[in-house]
């Protein structure tokens, strides 16, 4: 089983370019997540879906659009990179949303 | 939102138990108590969650207080493989009244030969 699925896994941005972080689930999961990861600060919620068609600000949404394409399909924009978006970032999907929450294996991003 | 506060470090053994203690003591009457491991360059992986008392499963086991203050996770017999980063959570229902989890800095546990 993939679970869920990242792409890409690395990326080199410059300053002020755009890109957009995929993310698709194949467990029929109804709510959806993206989490950034920075050294010593654990994982912090960026946005999160709790259903098909609901999208949702978490703690450090500033800088980031989401698109939730499908229930499989959970997108994470950045319009205009900032170096202070350099971070490793993870999807995550569940069932219900207390309990047993599924990973991606991140995306590290550098934006220079 | 409930916040947690957790050890940021211990060290272990091989073979011996470890015990990673939480405190949690703005907890809700709603909020469920569920406990994750990282590896480095991976996702946070589920290890157990519970509401009270104890929970067992083929990994850990969590025990929760009557008060749920705070409580403890257990990982018997740890092998140099259970050297991770541990992460407690409180949490309730996204889409619900508000909620999410939140993440906090976890605790690195570093088990020694």
């Known amino acids: 089983n993939a679970g869920v699925t990242q792409t890409p896994k690395f990326q080199v941005l410059k300053t002020g370019q755009s890109m957009t972080l995929q993310c698709a689930q194949d467990m029929n999961h109804n709510s959806m997540y993206w989490y950034r990861q920075d050294p010593g600060m654990g994982l912090r919620l960026i946005y999160y879906?709790?259903?098909?068609?609901?999208?949702d600000k978490g703690e450090v949404p500033n800088g980031y659009n989401v698109s939730r394409l499908n229930k499989r399909e959970f997108s994470l924009r950045l319009e205009s990179a900032a170096p202070s978006q350099t971070s490793v970032y993870f999807c995550?999907?569940?069932?219900?949303?207390?309990?047993?929450?599924?990973f991606g294996s991140g995306t590290r991003l550098t934006v220079v | 939102l409930a916040k947690t506060t957790q050890p940021i470090s211990m060290d272990s053994y091989e073979g011996q138990e470890v015990n990673i203690t939480c405190s949690h003591n703005?907890?809700?009457?709603?909020?469920?108590i569920t406990w994750y491991q990282q590896f480095p360059s991976q996702g946070p992986r589920f290890i157990i969650q519970g509401y009270k008392t104890k929970v067992t499963n083929e990994v850990a086991s969590l025990f929760i207080p009557a008060d749920r203050k705070s409580s403890t996770l257990s990982l018997p017999r740890v092998s140099l493989s259970d050297t991770a980063v541990y992460y407690c959570?409180?949490?309730?229902?996204?889409?619900?009244?508000?909620?999410?989890?939140?993440f906090g800095k976890g605790t690195k546990l570093s088990v020694k030969p």
């Open positions: 995550a999907s569940s069932e219900t949303p207390t309990y047993g929450y599924t």
């Open positions: 959570l409180v949490g309730r229902k996204p889409g619900g009244s508000q909620g999410n989890l939140i």
């Open positions: 879906s709790a259903s098909e068609g609901t999208t």
């Open positions: 703005n907890i809700a009457t709603n909020d469920y």
